[in-house]
């Protein structure tokens, strides 16, 4: 018996196995087959126009099976075992033969986003009325074949306040509402979408989306968490080209490089802040695994963002689900091996901020004039010892460098030579001082060096003491990237499980094989490698299947809250498949037609009619499609942690609504724990009340209230906001007092422009937080809870144990019961800790 059942579960294992090997259909590498009950042509095998108009053939079966030598100067080959890299070409033509019909779905295909962008026709849909754009036949094809039907049309009011959130990232005031929901022209949609593209605002939004990919932060990171005090001109760059409708194409060749593309033009070198935005360890004692980190993480961030590949996994061995090996990943980093971080580029052409700094750097220098001369006459005779001793400090490969004669400097040495130079400060000279006065094996211990270093000590506590002089507003200096001026790379390697002292082959730049048998074509300059040059070509180019799906795809998500493809970072074999191809493809094959223009594409998002519809529930779509993936339903969504504040802001009238510059320090909680040195708080209160996107980011101490809800994390490039529920949410709305006194505006506001009647205070208090008037049921709720609100105010305050907040910035003439203001202002700030306002219908 056992011997039986033991039988019967190897034949059922052994079927099982064959079925999966033989019959089972590949539904995520496979041609796609069918849009709902209808056939479908075959989008991403067929002979079907790609990007650029040119007809895609088929390839061969043999080029899919063989691999590609590289050409020598460029990699070495792949070593591939002969046989088995020949086994499906040898037994293809044997079985061809006997069959005489060739199979051609045995040969392997490329992953379905390795393959060209296709040109799909659009699909045939029954409510045709429904039909803006092409976007809703592809979404409404697979709606119908459900038998499911869209949803009507969010009212206007509604669909201005989700438009608005999404374009701008703030809510829209009433009389923008009113103005749309009147007007009664054709176009009142069309005219609504171009005034969100040509606000200023839809830069500010798009920008800090970007920036959470560019993993942008106003700081280092780690211990020392040093300030980069003009970074923020990156984050302004990024804001004028989304603004400007720069093509995505040329934004992203600007980014990788810049440097090279642009080399008269310092926007070129500040657009290189999206590879020198890596955290930084600047104490570093290994320069030479620096170099490697830092090049790691350029690869990895230009990998995950711009390609949507997981190359990361590749570093240390092959990898796992794709077909990226360590070789291509090591190829791919080599694009950035001549890279080197800088700091100090002065401005072309300095304007009133960089003026003022001048002025404030130059008040500084003169009140530490003496101070710094007494610290320098007693560093200057050991000076020559200080700066050997601290070299001394780093390890041995590094000191290899460090200490070669500056004419036998190869690019590496450039390298760990620059980035010596960036990191030594005086301080660190210095600190030859406190060794000799404490270490007896020191050759200039002694009584009177100690007297020294403690002199010199002081000397700097007293210098301490008037940092409140320096400029906090930036620096007249630019950061980038940049390749010092030599076209000379160092060699790169594969590393042994990824660890950099355990050098492979060597390898030159070269793309992942999986994804293009494209050779770069390097053209090195005067000044730079012309690596990245050819990197950025190749991102951007017509041929390469992944830049314009990755960002489409983005975008979508920004939109409704999941993308086609839900992991929006991973289109590799471990991501999830694109719940609609079709539609990827479409997005994809237009945005490149109109010229890589991302307001194009926002702007038919905007007008389309999935877009439109309603968020109501429906019972029959959550039993046919209880994730929504089909979009029957418009995807309700919380508002991400920068929209909660900045809307508040523009709730309570208190929004600075100024354009780009330095960040600002607005005010956080005495318990934070932040050092003046962390976070100075501006001295201009107008800062305070500046959108989020320009507040200081700091990596070690994160703005509380948006850490609250979810803000990106800035030690790597972040996909995607996660969106958490926690009772420390609604306790930091309730107990802030920054919130509190916004609520305070908001109340003062709403009784300037209601006047006293208290229906009319409501219907203005809803139609600012929720573009809509108050309900009957809603208004009866309110008053009761005011009247008995009231009540309690007035006993607390009889029994002396409560202090009440009125409205503020009330017109003169406003005469008002402060005990019943204060329930009010209660009152506003309880509705706008609702659900209602938090998230966006």
Sequence with gaps: ????????????????????????????????????????????????????????????????????????????????PAPQAAQPAQAAAPAAAENKVADASAAPKKLWSYQPVKSPVQPTVNNKSWVRNPIDAFVLAPLEAKGLTPSPDADRAAYIRRA????????????????????????????????????????????????DLARYADSAGFQGDQTRP?????????????????PYSQFIQEQVAGDEILPDKQEGIIATGFLAGFPDNSNSRDLVQRKYQIATD??????????GQTVECARCHNHKFDKISQKDYFSLQSFFANVSAVDNIPVAKKGALEHKYDEQYAKWEEATKDIRAKQDAILAPYKEKG???????????????????????NAHDRWVNHRLANVTSETDVASYLRDASDNPSNPDYSTDIALKAAQYKELTDELTKLNDLKPVFGAPTISGVSELGHADAPPSYVFFGGDHERKLEEVQPAFPEAITDEKPVITPTEFSSGRRTAL??????DTNPLTARVYVNRIWEQYFGRGIVETVSDFGKAGQKPVNPELLDYLADSFVKNGWSVKKLHREILLSGVYRQSSGYREDVAKADPENKLLAVFPRKRLEAEEIRDSLLVASGQLEDKVGGPSVFP???????????????????KDHNRRSLYIFT??????????????????????KRDVTTTPLQSLALLNSDVVLGWSQSLAGRVINEAGNDESAQLDKLYQILFSRKATDSEKETLLKFLNSHEKSVREKITDGKFAISIPTGLKENQKLDPIRAAAFVDLVHTVANSNEFIYRF
């Design 164 to 211: 608005t959130i999404d374009a701008w990232g703030v809510i829209p005031t009433p009389e923008e509402v009113a103005s749309f929901v009147n007007d009664s022209a054709p176009d009142a949609y069309e005219k609504l979408a171009d005034r969100l593209l040509s606000s200023t605002k839809f830069g500010e939004r798009q920008a800090r989306r970007w920036l």
């Design 387 to 409: 700066i050997k001793y601290h070299k001394e400090r780093y390890l041995t490969d590094s000191r290899e460098s460090i200490f070669k004669p500056k004419e036998q400097w």
């Design 230 to 246: 003009n970074f923020w001109r990156y984050r302004d760059y990024v804001i004028k080209a989304f603004n400007d409708d720069k």
């Design 698 to 719: 700091r990596r070690s101490v994160p703005y509380p209230l948006l850490s609250t809800f979810d803000m990106a994390t800035a030690q790597e490039a972040h996909s």
């Design 536 to 541: 950025a070509k190749w991102l951007t180019s």
């Design 667 to 685: 005010p956080v909680p005495a318990n934070l724990g932040a050092s003046p040195a962390q976070w100075k708080v501006s001295k201009d209160k």
């Design 298 to 307: 350029m690869t990895d961030t230009v990998g995950k963002v711009v390609l």
């Design 1 to 80: 018996m056992k011997k039986k059942l033991y039988l019967a579960v190897m034949v059922a294992l052994a079927g099982a196995v064959a079925s999966e090997a033989g019959s089972a259909v590949d539904t995520f590498n496979n041609p796609v087959g069918e849009i709902g009950k209808k056939n479908q042509p075959d989008l991403f095998s067929g002979s079907v126009s790609a990007i650029g108009g040119s007809v895609a053939p088929a390839a061969p079966q043999a080029a899919q099976t063989a691999p590609v030598a590289a050409p020598a100067p460029l990699a070495a080959p792949v070593a591939v």
